[in-house]
């Protein structure tokens, strides 16, 4: 009992002793309670990541090993072997690491990204292809920002092959991206190719309207849309030159600020979508929507203004002859009157 209470003391030291970068007294405690086999599915993972730490990479590996070979609790140590073995590019036992992990994890998008990057940098494009479009089927925008934030990473290491290779597998699941073609052109311009540069610059120019529209859609505009995808649709306001897309760049816009809990902002890019297009229905059902939000708090003054645009909305509906959606403005207008009745 007494040696069990030494040992647990002992062992919480070590993270002091890491963090004052007293790397010797960790390791020798570490060797100490690993002699007395001390909870060896904790300590040897704790020596594996001190270890991998400094670049110890042949030590590290022998602990997370020894852990998945020997202890019950070995699923954090999987995942340490895995991020090991991408680090020092044993990208094949890293695929195999995954597959491990995902047997039991199977939606772990972390993992998912650490096999797709193993099997393009272990020179399996064609499964990587394959790969990619499962994880967009179900991940959609997290997959592409992810891939884009692993091409900014290769460039920061002056990797420019590398960061071309990932940015063709955009191509399999968004094609003619306009932000993945941006990144494609600054590559070749680093490269010193302006011939390159330039013909990809003039591609954005001609695809990037039909891109937008096939990729926005007013249909739903009344379902929440997810974050990351309103994010990257905003991304492409900076090839609208034009500005042929203000008005849903504003409504897109007031959804970001929707989501995020800025709701005066939210009501302000929906009022500028409205003097953009004041014929057009949605932006004033979502500044009426806003406004019923901001109503139910201390304003009860924007009861009257949601209504009157509910009422704009209803006579452009009308004028369409959309009559399911002119029903819909008298429902949410007989809603915004009795919940908001004190009486």
Request: aromatic share 14%; glycine share 2%.
């Amino acid at each position: 009992m007494l040696d069990n209470i030494k040992y647990l003391m002992c062992l919480k030291t070590v993270d002091k002793n890491i963090l004052e970068n007293n790397f010797e007294a960790a390791f020798n405690k570490l060797n100490f309670l690993i002699r007395e086999e001390f909870k060896p599915s904790v300590t040897y993972l704790k020596r594996g990541r001190l270890c991998k730490k400094l670049l110890m990479y042949d030590d590290a590996y022998s602990d997370f090993t020894y852990i998945i070979g020997h202890c019950a609790q070995k699923k954090e140590a999987y995942f340490e072997r895995l991020l090991l073995n991408f680090e020092i590019s044993n990208f094949y036992e890293a695929i195999t690491d995954a597959n491990n992990i995902l047997s039991w994890d199977e939606n772990n998008f972390e993992v998912k990204k650490i096999k797709f990057l193993s099997l393009v940098y272990s020179s399996q494009e064609n499964i990587a292809k394959d790969y990619v479009l499962d994880l967009f089927e179900h991940h959609k925008y997290k997959t592409i920002q992810f891939i884009f934030n692993e091409v900014a990473l290769a460039l920061a290491k002056d990797e420019l092959a590398k960061g071309l290779k990932l940015l063709e597998l955009i191509d399999k699941i968004d094609p003619d991206n306009p932000i993945k073609l941006l990144k494609e052109s600054s590559i070749y311009a680093i490269a010193g190719d302006k011939e390159k540069q330039n013909e990809i610059l003039k591609k954005i120019d001609s695809i990037f309207p039909k891109y937008f529209v096939s990729h926005f859609r007013f249909y739903d505009m009344y379902q929440d849309k997810d974050l990351l995808e309103i994010c990257f649709l905003l991304e492409l306001e900076i090839f609208d030159k034009q500005g042929l897309f203000l008005y849903p760049f504003r409504v897109l816009e007031g959804y970001k600020n929707h989501i995020e809990g800025h709701i005066i902002d939210s009501k302000e890019n929906f009022e500028k979508a409205i003097v953009i297009n004041p014929h057009k229905p949605e932006g004033y059902v979502l500044l009426a929507q806003t406004l019923q939000l901001m109503s139910g708090y201390d304003n009860p003054e924007y009861k009257l203004e949601a209504e009157n645009n509910y009422k704009k909305a209803m006579d452009i509906f009308q004028k369409e002859n959309l009559l399911d959606k002119v029903e819909e403005m008298k429902r949410q207008i007989k809603h915004l009157n009795s919940s908001l009745s004190f009486k």
